[in-house]
């Protein structure tokens, strides 16, 4: 049976990770998984109550910052795998306080190195080395904005020089570097990957996805930075899910594996298809206007949505040194553990609006803070 400690499964991408491990990937496999998150604006337990069963999953709340309680948990479970997703993970807040970034990317990722160290090293090799018990990996998850930003051509390979712009991705790099300084250092066996912008449900409605598309159904305008004309390669959530349990399994140990969805589009395309989307999917189905919080009536008596148009973007000052434009290019994962984008983009923003038109509770539970209350009521 294997472990898994998986930090930040509160959040986006760790809660379908862990989702997709214990529902997908081994839903019929012995598998325990340890949570680590620290519950912050972007973890909601809400979003994994029901994962949590004593049995293959567990909760704990805290920080990846903290020591003590990481040689804890070391010391109380026979932890086979670290998947580190916990992070300050907002550009735009990264921009307002960099030393909170700084300190949980940087210094909660050199903890959590450390911790894993202290309980996995063996002893040492005839030169000096720590030697490691079998089987064990840490995995960073990381970010094409280590890369920086490209122009018009080319895509980000694993040997693109790293260069990011931002204070998150000027932390998520940072963490890179420790993770392959453990590696080098004392031959640490870890993983990075590096993928480019996921979407998906449980997406927190500040990022361009689900603001969008939370936007449109408040009716409010759909702020677009700049002219819009900055470039991100999409990627369905359980696409990069896949992917990170294939390299933490069988990827080989030291290497960065490039994730993405070769599905490259201009901020402002991502929002015209968004309107265009929900409008046709209310245009089908009548039912789905009435999530709609503006509801005014038509000529017919039916909610209105010929508002819901391309009028509704509102051009906005840009992010301070915005980057231009993301590609990666995944031929690494792809020939050396047969990775591919399984889900259409056309799928999944469709599947990715029913799943917000559907959770509308959860969209007030995460925005209203009122989500605190799960950790109140399970422990
Ligand atoms: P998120 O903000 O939705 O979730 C982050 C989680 O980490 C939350 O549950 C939060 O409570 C937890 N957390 C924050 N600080 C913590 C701390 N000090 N200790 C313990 N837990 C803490 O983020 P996300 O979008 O799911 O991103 C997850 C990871 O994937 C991040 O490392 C991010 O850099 C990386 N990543 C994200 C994307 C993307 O498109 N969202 C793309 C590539 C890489
Ligand atoms: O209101 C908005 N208007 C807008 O034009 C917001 C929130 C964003 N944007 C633009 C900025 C970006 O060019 O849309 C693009 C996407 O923005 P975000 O959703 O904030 O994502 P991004 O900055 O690209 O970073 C995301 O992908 C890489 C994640 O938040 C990171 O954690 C991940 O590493």
New binding site residues.
């Given amino acids: 049976m294997k472990t898994y400690l998986v930090?930040?499964?509160?959040?986006?991408?760790?809660?379908n990770f862990i989702k997709y491990l214990l529902y997908k990937k081994y839903k019929d496999e012995d598998i325990k998984i340890i949570v680590?998150?620290?519950?912050?604006?972007?973890?909601?337990l809400g979003t994994i109550k029901d994962d949590i069963d004593n049995k293959r999953c567990f909760f704990v709340k805290?920080?990846?910052?903290d020591r003590q309680l990481a040689d804890k948990l070391f010391a109380e479970n026979d932890i086979d795998y670290v998947v580190?997703?916990?992070?300050?993970?907002?550009v735009d807040r990264s921009i307002e306080d960099p030393q909170l970034f700084l300190s949980?990317?940087i210094l909660?990722t050199q903890n959590l190195l450390d911790a894993a160290r202290r309980a996995w090293v063996t002893g040492k090799d005839a030169n000096g080395y720590p030697t490691w018990k079998e089987g064990k990996r840490y995995h960073q998850?990381?970010?094409?904005?280590v890369y920086g930003s490209l122009g018009a051509e080319g895509y980000f390979t694993e040997t693109t020089p790293v260069c990011p712009h931002s204070p998150?991705s000027a932390s998520?790099t940072s963490a890179d570097l420790f993770v392959q300084a453990y590696r080098d250092t004392y031959h640490m066996p870890v993983s990075i990957t590096?993928?480019?912008?996921?979407?998906g449900p449980y997406?927190?409605p500040e990022?361009l996805i689900p603001l969008i598309i939370n936007n449109i159904l408040e009716g409010k305008k759909l702020p677009v930075y700049g002219e819009g004309t900055n470039v991100r390669d999409w990627l369905y959530v359980e696409d990069?899910c896949k992917a990170i349990d294939m390299v933490v399994r069988n990827g080989r140990a030291g290497e960065v594996y490039n994730v993405g969805g070769h599905n490259e589009m201009r901020n402002i395309d991502i929002v015209k298809l968004t309107i265009k989307t929900i409008h046709d999917m209310m245009e089908k189905d009548k039912d789905l206007r009435k999530v709609l919080k503006k509801q005014v009536r038509d000529a017919n008596g039916d909610i209105d949505i010929s508002w819901i148009n391309d009028d509704l973007i509102t051009h906005v000052a840009d992010r301070l040194g915005h980057d231009q434009r993301y590609a990666i290019d995944p031929t690494k994962i792809k020939n050396e553990l047969g990775w591919y984008p399984e889900t259409k983009f056309a799928d999944g923003i469709v599947k990715t609006i029913k799943w917000n038109l559907e959770n509308q509770k959860w969209i007030e539970e995460v925005t209203s803070g009122d989500y605190q209350k799960y950790y109140d009521i399970m422990y």
């Fill in positions: 930090t930040g499964a509160a959040g986006f991408i760790g809660s680590l998150d620290a519950l912050t604006y972007a973890g909601n805290g920080d990846i910052r580190n997703f916990a992070a300050e993970s907002h949980v990317n909660g998850v990381s970010t094409d904005e998150y998520k590096r993928c480019s912008n996921n979407y997406h927190f990022k990069h």
